[in-house]
């Protein structure tokens, strides 16, 4: 009883510290929510806009897929108005048949990148069988989803580029607040965003799970996040995150929460401050480790 109370007290306290200076909710504004769902290692993103609508990116590995459906029920979520696949990777598109079958899908934007994998025919066929509208991301475009958002693709598929290369990359704002979700885009691809988008952002999705593959030092130099999202499991096979990456973050100064030590991270955001809740605190690993 005494370590669980400890846990909450800490939980709390991370939540509070994670305030930026002056943010108070104003209740006159509308909420918007983005819960980075604990998939192990993988990504799932759910946002909730300040006009009610549903946004789910990726939906993490193939045995993931119930998870997710189970979280976004118990989000009150009934159906999904618009599902992004970032790109054709195994840890983005797996559970995303399982949500399809769960919930009515208003429309997909793929990145638009073929591949031959059992995982993703099962996503392909998916589509079929729920006959949802399917659109390729454009570099550049305005996704009109929610008039008090502004949805920018920063990154999608070209030729001759790979699954990660082609990841939908995507600005998201929120009058003053900022996201900035980079699915597993390369180094290569952060140089063309920065030459061609405006990057500074309060929130990070640090790309490719934190691999030595991506976030430059000049790119986390440009977004100059205060808090980045980690998505990643503790036991992955691939050493994410890698040190770089992480003395990147640290030397610009942003607050990291990773999915491994946290949980589900839900940012909490009325356009003008937000606010962080973990689902569990660092002790809560160290007392599952020690047991």
Excluded at 2 to 31: G, M, N, W
Aim: no cysteine; charged share 25%.
């Amino acid at each position: 009883m005494r370590s669980s109370k400890i846990s909450l007290v800490f939980i709390l306290f991370i939540s509070i510290f994670t305030l930026q200076p002056a943010q108070i909710h104003s209740e006159s504004q509308d909420e918007m929510q983005v819960h980075f769902i604990d998939v192990g290692q993988g990504d799932s993103i759910l946002i909730q806009t300040p006009t009610n609508k549903t946004i789910l990116i990726d939906g993490g590995p193939p045995e993931t897929g119930k998870k997710v459906v189970s979280y976004l029920e118990k989000q009150q979520v009934e159906k999904i108005d618009l599902l992004i696949a970032t790109h054709p990777d195994i840890d983005h598109i797996g559970g995303l048949p399982n949500v399809m079958k769960s919930f009515e899908v208003d429309q997909i934007l793929d990145s638009g990148k073929l591949y031959t994998t059992k995982t993703y025919a099962k996503y392909l066929n998916q589509i079929r069988k729920q006959n949802i509208p399917i659109n390729i991301a454009e570099e550049g475009e305005l996704i009109k989803l929610d008039p008090m958002l502004t949805i920018r693709v920063l990154n999608s598929f070209e030729k001759d580029k790979n699954n990660n290369q082609s990841s939908i990359a995507l600005k998201i704002t929120y009058n003053d607040i900022d996201f900035v979700l980079m699915s597993d885009v390369e180094m290569d691809q952060e140089k063309e965003i920065i030459d061609k988008n405006e990057l500074q952002a309060e929130i990070l999705k640090v790309a490719h799970h934190g691999s030595n593959t991506s976030s430059s030092f000049e790119f986390l130099q440009e977004v100059n996040p205060q808090i980045a999202i980690l998505t990643y499991s503790m036991d992955n096979d691939f050493g994410h995150p890698v040190d770089r990456v992480i003395k990147n973050l640290e030397k610009i100064n942003a607050t990291i929460y990773s999915t491994a030590t946290f949980g589900n991270v839900v940012v909490t955001t009325d356009g003008d401050n937000y606010f962080i809740t973990p689902q569990k605190s660092p002790i809560h690993n160290l007392e599952k480790s020690a047991s």
